[in-house]
């Protein structure tokens, strides 16, 4: 452990309370909208991650929310403690009369989160009061909510440009929280302006006043949100929040994908329950998924990316000692190691992705030295697979001699309508595939001649494969190979597939578009049933 966090914080299950905000703030990111389904979903994603906390939403600020608070007692959670979110009492008005309060109360969670002002220039240019009756409200809502049974913990929004602006008052505005009941204080760098030397020194001078669980709550507006947060940590904070995949207005919160495993791993300081640091990968995904985006292949830990090595000294490196070019063992959150490849790849990169699938192919095998120049003669024809694994694990198992076809299309056609009777659906796709003896014919319509055919192609083959029906496309991508050709140029599909939890990408290459992508879907399904059908071997011994 290189850093003692000081002083020790009652929580559990581990020595930093994690709060997830997703379903509130995270919610705030452009392009978001979780249904009450969507919002139930994740919520039990983050309790099966082991969260401490699940900052849901705001009760009084919409019926979404307030349906969802009114499900909440229904959900069986083993980990979290869903927690309602508002802010303190109106300018206008008494404790008791405030709806939002009551409306905070009725959605009946133990805990709840209020956010009050601590930078001076907001009290008085925004909410248009003296800063003694903030400090009013901020007491008074404290008061009234402990009152009443909850447990409140208070977030102090734009604490650090507050208290470079008038250090006294940010500070006392959250020690008035603290003296109000407030049993977790949250020093917020709500407009993510911080920089790290400057919330270790804020940090380090209000923890000593405020005897309460020190939070932080961090935005990335200048990248700094997990720096932030972790000197936070070390300075003294030992409730951190934050969502799960960086989701949140403007450049988003601090992704707690990043900070989980730098605490455990780098510091020794647990915040999940012990082994469900192994399933960040997964529920991040599937989180993603839920929440209709595409999960950066860069981001730390759970990225496609974060342990991709390309040929060269790096992978060969890799191969010898994993720690000359990776800072921890994939594995330890649920990711996995990829070695990209490409006709720069050496022998023994190749070697070693055929040996998860056959573990007696050596480099210098006849196979492998015979798949590494057939990958040169494909690359030369504009194939590539640096970014499609799917498609050159299926290669090899090809290459091996492994029947890999579960079907065969007999024939497609694809037609495009303009003007479309229908603006969205503007294209049309017939199929007509057999699986054994047995053929299948379907029509679908699409967005797009691609969309078109995947939906015909998956709806035909759906009778013989449900599993099918968890797979969408989740992203596209053309290349055009040789520009000279003009119109008759060779084109290269790029085709991500995901089923929800894992991500695969396979490649086409055509001077016909619509067969280029036909190659690519073909592929994205053959892998899918194969590496199935092998999982479902392995789950027998």
Same mark, same amino acid.
């Given at each position: ?11 559990? *299950? ?15 990111? *452009? ?33 979404? &929310? ?25 300018? &206008? ?11 905070? %109360? ?38 009234? %909510? ?16 507050? =208290? ?28 993510? $302006?911080?920089? *790290? ?14 005897? $309460? ?5 961090? @935005? ?40 989980? +495993? ?7 300081? @647990? ?39 390309? $040929? ?17 063992? *994939? ?7 990829? #070695? ?18 056959? +573990? ?24 590539? #697979?640096?970014?499609? &694994?799917?498609? =050159? ?24 309508? @303009?003007? $479309? ?54 992203? #596209? ?45 073909? &592929? ?15 789950? %027998?011994?």
């Amino acid at each position: 452990m290189l850093y003692k966090v000081t002083p020790p914080c009652p929580s559990y *299950p581990s020595s930093i309370d994690i709060l997830d905000t997703t379903l509130r703030d995270g919610a705030q990111s *452009p392009g978001i909208s979780f249904s009450v389904a969507d919002k139930i979903a994740i919520a039990c994603a983050l309790d099966e991650l082991g969260v401490r906390w699940i900052e849901a939403g705001n009760p009084g600020s919409n019926p979404k &929310d307030r349906e969802f608070f009114r499900i909440a007692p229904t959900l069986r959670l083993d980990y979290a403690q869903i927690c309602a979110f508002g802010a303190t009492r109106k300018k &206008d008005c008494t404790v008791q009369t405030d709806s939002q309060l009551q409306m905070l %109360l009725k959605a009946e969670t133990e805990t709840v989160v209020i956010f009050g002002k601590a930078w001076n220039m907001q009290v008085q240019e925004v909410l248009n009061v003296d800063p003694a009756e903030n400090l009013a409200m901020i007491a008074e809502t404290i008061a009234f %909510l402990t009152e009443h049974g909850r447990s409140v913990i208070f977030d102090a929004e734009h604490f650090f440009d507050g =208290f470079l602006s008038d250090p006294d008052y940010a500070c006392a505005t959250v020690q008035t929280a603290y003296k109000a009941g407030a049993h977790c204080i949250v020093l917020c760098d709500t407009n993510g $302006a911080a920089f *790290p030397d400057k919330v270790f020194s804020a940090v380090s001078l209000v923890q000593p006043s405020v005897p $309460a669980v020190l939070g932080i709550h961090t @935005h990335d507006d200048s990248g700094m949100a997990a720096a932030n947060a972790f000197m936070a940590v070390k300075a003294g904070c030992c409730h951190v929040q934050g969502t799960l995949l960086g989701l949140g207005e403007r450049c988003g919160n601090m992704a707690l994908t990043t900070l989980l +495993p730098t605490l455990e791993l780098k510091l020794g300081l @647990h915040s999940l329950p012990p082994g469900k640091l192994a399933n960040l990968t997964a529920i991040a995904r599937r989180v993603a998924e839920i929440s209709n985006v595409i999960l950066p292949a860069t981001m730390p830990y759970v990225g496609t990316d974060a342990f991709s090595h390309k $040929a060269g000294m790096h992978a060969d490196a890799i191969l010898k000692a994993h720690h000359s070019f990776e800072h921890i063992e *994939p594995a330890q959150v649920g990711n996995d190691r990829h #070695f990209l490849i490409s006709e720069v790849s050496g022998r023994s990169v190749i070697a070693e992705r055929i040996r998860k699938i056959n +573990p007696e192919i050596t480099k210098e095998h006849p196979l492998t030295k015979a798949l590494a120049g057939k990958l040169k003669s494909l690359e030369a024809d504009g194939w590539q #697979f640096e970014g499609a &694994d799917a498609s =050159f694990d299926l290669l090899i198992r090809r290459e091996l001699g492994w029947d890999c076809s579960f079907f065969t299309i007999l024939a497609y056609r694809v037609a495009n309508e @303009h003007p $479309a009777g229908n603006a969205i659906l503007c294209s049309h796709a017939w199929v007509k595939i057999m699986v054994g003896s047995t053929y299948e014919i379907a029509a679908a319509e699409g967005n797009g001649p691609v969309h078109a055919l995947d939906s015909a192609l998956r709806r035909a083959l759906t009778r013989f494969y449900p599993q099918l029906e968890r797979v969408r496309l989740s992203d #596209f991508k053309v290349r055009v190979i040789n520009g000279k050709e003009a119109t008759a140029a060779t084109v290269r599909v790029l085709i991500e597939s995901t089923d929800g939890t894992r991500v695969w990408t396979t490649v086409g290459v055509s001077e016909d578009l619509v067969d280029a992508s036909r190659a690519a879907l073909v &592929d994205s399904i053959e892998y899918l049933l194969i590496s199935a059908g092998e999982h479902a071997i392995a789950d %027998l011994f």
